[in-house]
């Protein structure tokens, strides 16, 4: 099955910094890449997604870039506050179309 | 809330028990999904159902047994379950089970199996 790569596993920054994490995925005919942030103690959540015939998003703080031809797709945060705290999963649609591949997490930590 | 509700959150099982697992939405979604996350280790999806009927099975042990009676409910039956089963449990659901639709979580049970 597909394979998502996520790096890194940590990353603190201070607040106000800017905070990137990036995916890579091995299935060409991925189409749709979300990403979810997962508070402690609650389950993932949507926060923003992006799909193959865009190379970015963006929502306010929250950006997604997109690049098909290297296969890697990055979450960008600006203006990181300290509730931007948990971690982050990125995820690609595998071909069945109900299966996402999830990354191993990035476990962000943002310091006043 | 994301109108996704688990219960229990903690279960503690010998490994000759017999439990469930339960999950209601209050979406009105009719995809609902189990994954298994274990630490440091990508979210793993073991189960999909849409319109009750189950489309997706990713290999997952018979030890673990779906129920989906209806498009707001699911469960998942656990019996003679080994310690490499501890993880957290979690349900979702999606307005149709492209996994394209936003997937909505809930809260997890934390699963302990000794």
């Known amino acids: 099955g597909e394979n998502v790569e996520q790096h890194p596993s940590t990353l603190s920054v201070q607040e106000g910094d800017s905070a990137v994490i990036k995916c890579t995925y091995s299935?060409?005919?991925?189409?749709?890449f979300p990403w979810y942030k997962q508070e402690l103690g609650k389950g993932p959540q949507l926060i923003i997604d992006i799909r193959s015939n865009v190379g970015e998003k963006k929502d306010q703080r929250i950006a997604v870039t997109l690049n098909k031809t290297a296969k890697h797709f990055s979450l960008h945060i600006t203006e990181t506050q300290p509730e931007d705290s948990a971690v982050y999963f990125c995820?690609?649609?595998?071909?069945?179309?109900?299966?996402?591949?999830f990354g191993k997490g990035t476990s962000l930590l943002v310091t006043p | 809330e994301t109108g996704v509700t688990q219960t229990p959150r903690h279960l503690v099982m010998g490994m000759t028990n017999k439990k469930s697992l339960k999950c209601e939405q209050h979406l009105g979604h009719n995809a609902m999904y189990w994954y298994k996350q274990s630490a440091k280790k990508p979210l793993e999806l073991m189960f999909v159902y849409s319109l009750e009927e189950r489309v997706e099975n990713n290999s997952v042990p018979s030890r673990f047994s779906p129920e989906c009676p209806n498009s707001s409910h699911l469960f998942l039956h656990l019996h003679t379950l080994q310690p490499e089963d501890s993880a957290l449990y979690l349900c979702a659901s999606s307005q149709g089970p492209a996994a394209y639709n936003e997937q909505f979580f809930g809260p997890g049970t934390r699963l302990t199996v000794l």
């Open positions: 299935d060409s005919a991925s189409n749709y």
């Open positions: 995820a690609s649609l595998e071909n069945s179309g109900y299966a996402l591949n």
